[in-house]
C-alpha cells in the first residue's frame, strides 16, 4: 500500500511568488491534515480535511494560505503571495478514523528568498 | 491538550538501551500518551502509545507510572538508524485528538 506522498519535496520561491503543495492521503483514508514547521520551531498544525469538507483550520496563519481538497483525495495549499517567513517544511498526513494513527507524508520543503 | 517537556538531546552507543523520559504533568484522565519517530527528510512516524502501566511492540517500550504525569520510552539496543527525534504527545482518544500538539522534541544521537 502506498504512503502518504507529497509534492513537490523541494520548492525555491521568491518572495511575492506563489506556490501550490500537493499532497495524496493514502487510498480510502477519509481525514488529511496539513502541519508545518518553521525555522527553530515545532511542528504545528495547520488544519484538517474530513473528505472535501474543512474540519478544523484553526491552525492556517493568515489568509495568504488556501487549503483546496476537492473531491475528496488529493488536497492542495497554496500560499499566496509568499513572505520569508513561510519557509519551512509543510507535511500532510492522512488517516481512516478521525481518531485513528495519522500517517505522515515525507514533506515538503519551502524556501522563501 | 496536555503540554509535555522531554530533554531536548540525548547521546548513545550502539547496543545500548536508550530510555527517554516524557514529563506532562497536567495530563487529563482520557489522554493517551503516544511516541513518534522523526529521520531527517521524512514527516513523523508512530511508535508506540500507551495509557497506563506498560506497553511493548516489536520497536519499543513505554512504561507510565501510576500517576501519569510522566512517561518513559525505553528503545532496546540502539543501532545508528535510531538516530532521530523522538516526540512525545499527550492527547484525548486513542492515537491522540484530530491535530497532533507536537513538543519540542530528543534528539537522539547513537554512535558507533
Known amino acids: 500500500e502506498a504512503g502518504v506522498t507529497q509534492f513537490p519535496s523541494h520548492s525555491v520561491i521568491e518572495k511575492g511568488q506563489t506556490v501550490t503543495l500537493r499532497c495524496d492521503p493514502i487510498?480510502?483514508?477519509?481525514?488529511l491534515y496539513w502541519y508545518r514547521r518553521v525555522m527553530g520551531k515545532e511542528i504545528k498544525f495547520l488544519l484538517h480535511?474530513?473528505?472535501?469538507?474543512?474540519?478544523?483550520e484553526s491552525g492556517m496563519p493568515n489568509n495568504r494560505f488556501l487549503a483546496e481538497r476537492t473531491g475528496g483525495t488529493y488536497s492542495t495549499l497554496k500560499v499566496q503571495p509568499a513572505e520569508l517567513e513561510d519557509s519551512g517544511v509543510y507535511f500532510c498526513?492522512?488517516?481512516?478514523?478521525?481518531?485513528?494513527?495519522?500517517?505522515f507524508g515525507p514533506g515538503t520543503r519551502l524556501t522563501v528568498t | 491538550l496536555a503540554k509535555t517537556t522531554q530533554p531536548i538531546s540525548m547521546d548513545s552507543y550502539e547496543g545500548q538501551e536508550v530510555n527517554i523520559t516524557c514529563s506532562h504533568n497536567?495530563?487529563?484522565?482520557?489522554?493517551?500518551i503516544t511516541w513518534y519517530q522523526q529521520f531527517p527528510s521524512q514527516g513523523p512516524r508512530f511508535i508506540i502509545q500507551?495509557?497506563?502501566t506498560k506497553v511493548t511492540n516489536e520497536v519499543a517500550s513505554l512504561f507510565i507510572p501510576a500517576d501519569r504525569k510522566s512517561s518513559t520510552l525505553s528503545l532496546p539496543r540502539v543501532s545508528l538508524s535510531d538516530t532521530a527525534v523522538y516526540y512525545c504527545?499527550?492527547?484525548?482518544?486513542?492515537?491522540?485528538?484530530?491535530?497532533?500538539?507536537f513538543g519540542t522534541g530528543t534528539r537522539l544521537q547513537v554512535f558507533p
Open positions: 498526513a492522512s488517516s481512516q478514523d478521525r481518531d485513528g494513527l495519522q500517517y
Open positions: 487510498s480510502g483514508h477519509d481525514n
Open positions: 480535511f474530513v473528505k472535501e469538507s474543512k474540519q478544523d
Open positions: 497536567n495530563i487529563a484522565t482520557n489522554d493517551y
Open positions: 500507551g495509557y497506563k
Open positions: 504527545l499527550v492527547g484525548a482518544q486513542s492515537y491522540n485528538t484530530d491535530k497532533l500538539i
